[in-house]
Each structure stands twice: as C-alpha cells, then as structure tokens.
C-alpha cells in the first residue's frame, strides 16, 4: 500500500494555491473538475507526498472549520533562514517563531495557511 495525498478543502483558491506554491515549493501537477468542485494536487519537489486543494462551488462564507482533530502539516526546509526571507518578502507571519528542539541540532516553526491549518517547518540539524 502507498500513501498518496491528503485532502483539504479551501476557502479562496487562489491564495491557498499561491502560499502552497510559493512559500512551499509545492508544484501543481494536476487539476480536475469533479461534480461541485474542483480539485488541485500540488507536490513536493521529489514527487513523493501530494496535497489535494478542493475548492467546492458552494463554500461557506466564514470558510471551513479545521476541527480538532487535525494537528498539522510538516514540510521540512533546507535553510530556516532563507524560509523566514520568503515568509517576510509575501507579507505573512508565523504562528511560532523558529525555535530549537530539545536534545536536538533541529529548529522548527509553525506558520498557518489562508485557511487556518498548521504547517510545521523543519531544519534538521547535523
């Protein structure tokens, strides 16, 4: 069995699709219409792990509720310095500044998407 993508559906499509694909670095690879909405698949650099946007023909006003049951997102990224330029330059914000982890050389970070899910970030140490 191979894990493929993880869904979430999106309130505004076009901020969710810029901060995926350019503070990320994920790259679209396919987009699909499907019954009352349309479906965008974004990849990591390596073709591995995939997010599907959903963007659904009738969205709630306010957005969707994350629940409490989800936790995050972790992306790991090469340099958090060159990450913090780029968060900075498209005008965002973290959840949690970059801080190290215990009995670790890693720094990790939260940042949060246009529809409130957490993306942790990690710099793994040597």
């Known amino acids: 069995?191979?894990?493929l993508h993880t869904m979430?559906?999106?309130?505004d499509i076009e901020k969710s699709l810029k901060f995926y694909s350019e503070l990320l670095e994920l790259?679209?690879?396919?987009?699909?219409?499907?019954g009352d909405c349309n479906l965008f698949f974004l990849s990591d650099k390596h073709g591995e792990v995939q997010i599907e946007l959903t963007f659904n023909d009738e969205t709630p006003e306010e957005g969707y509720?994350?629940?409490?049951?989800?936790?995050?997102?972790a992306f790991e990224v090469d340099s958090m310095n060159e990450f913090d330029k780029k968060l900075k330059k498209m005008g965002l914000e973290y959840l949690y500044e970059p801080f190290n982890i215990?009995?670790?050389k890693s720094?990790?970070?939260?940042?949060k998407d246009p529809?409130?899910?957490?993306?942790?970030?990690?710099?793994?140490g040597l």
């Open 115 to 124: 529809d409130g899910y957490e993306i942790e970030l990690v710099e793994k």
């Open 102 to 104: 215990p009995n670790s």
């Open 27 to 34: 790259e679209l690879v396919k987009e699909m219409r499907l």
């Open 107 to 111: 720094l990790i970070a939260f940042v």
């Open 65 to 73: 509720q994350v629940g409490s049951g989800f936790g995050h997102f």
């Open 1 to 3: 069995m191979k894990f």
């Open 8 to 11: 979430i559906r999106v309130k």
